[in-house]
């Protein structure tokens, strides 16, 4: 098993710091980020601290399903589920909890739903039938008969065009992104549309510079590989998904783009499908921590029954500053 040790060195703190952050010491004066990679260096080394041990006994156990095809799509693996362990170590020792990733019509034991983006009747006719537990994120929900939580997504593309052009000075931004059409739904075309219609306001707008293939590694390749020969790379380019992000940045290495010296980029993540190679890159957060802390905290309010009146969270987006914009 490893060592405490091992976590500091992983977590780039001091074992002192990790004992008093995994033992929950309040007095600790840590920032997020930091308590974070504690706990997730704590998971991935699986250490387990004496107090965890002892409070293991009496965690109530449960199974999450997390319900994304609707924004995901289904031949694409959800990488973020894996992390969100720690995300619930850190809120409370009341709970061990599992995620499963659902499909629609295929039945599933869970105790509570986490469900994202808009659904039809029929599709939330079988997430009812899972469980009475149910967080909409983002969702077309207005009966207040569930738990929501909204995400202000233009709140972070308006932060992102005023950091690029009022900020960092650059003279355009342009789309690198990829559609997929699914039965009754597209993913895709939201965040286009809200880019659009906020360079449209501020008279940036220049359709020449938006490229829009299939949401992979290889259209983004494609699509950064014809920009570049067309001449039509803007200054600053939003990359429209974690996928498309590789290829369009296998494509810039090949091509000797340098990035942000000659490209700047910005990477959109909703829910990562891919483990990030960029980590200390520009992205634009869709979901952020802070909506899956509000999504579960809202469901272990309606799974132990201590709420029954429905709640609306609304929680904005984040641009995260890195080396890339």
């Not at 006994?57 to 694409?76: E, H, N, S, T, Y």
């Not at 494509?251 to 980029?265: H, T, Y």
């Not at 483990?275 to 200390?280: A, I």
Request: aromatic letters at 10%; one cysteine or more.
């Amino acid at each position: 098993m490893a060592t405490i040790k091992e976590v500091a060195q992983a977590a780039q703190v001091s074992a002192t710091t990790v004992s008093r952050v995994l033992n929950k010491d309040d007095s600790i004066s840590v920032s997020a980020e930091v308590r974070m990679r504690i706990f997730q260096a704590a998971h991935t080394l699986g250490y387990i601290s004496p107090r965890q041990r002892r409070l293991s006994a009496q965690k109530k156990k449960l199974v999450i399903g997390v319900a994304d095809w609707r924004i995901i799509r289904p031949d694409r693996p959800n990488v973020r589920l894996s992390g969100l362990a720690c995300i619930v170590q850190m809120m409370t020792d009341a709970y061990e909890v599992s995620f499963v990733r659902l499909v629609f019509g295929e039945p599933q034991e869970v105790d509570g739903v986490i469900a994202f983006g808009e659904f039809n009747e029929n599709e939330l006719g079988f997430l009812r039938s899972l469980s009475f537990a149910i967080v909409f994120i983002n969702s077309n929900q207005y009966s207040y008969e569930f738990d929501q939580v909204k995400v202000d997504f233009d709140a972070g593309q308006q932060q992102m065009v005023s950091y690029l052009l009022d900020r960092k000075g650059y003279t355009g931004i342009g789309y690198i992104g990829g559609i997929y059409e699914g039965e009754g739904f597209r993913i895709g075309e939201h965040r286009l549309a809200a880019l659009q219609r906020i360079l449209e306001a501020r008279g940036q707008y220049r359709p020449e510079t938006i490229h829009l293939g299939e949401i992979s590694r290889e259209s983004g390749y494609e699509l950064a590989r014809r920009a570049y020969q067309e001449g039509t790379l803007a200054e600053a380019m939003l990359l429209g998904s974690d996928e498309v992000a590789e290829g369009v940045l296998e494509a810039f290495r090949e091509l000797g783009v340098r990035v942000p010296k000659d490209v700047a980029v910005v990477i959109y993540q909703d829910l990562q499908t891919l483990e990030s190679k960029w980590p200390t890159g520009t992205c634009l957060e869709m979901f952020p921590d802070y909506v899956w802390e509000n999504a579960l905290d809202l469901l272990f309010g309606r799974i132990s029954q201590r709420r029954s009146q429905a709640v609306t969270i609304l929680v904005p987006s984040h641009l995260k500053l890195g080396d890339t914009a």
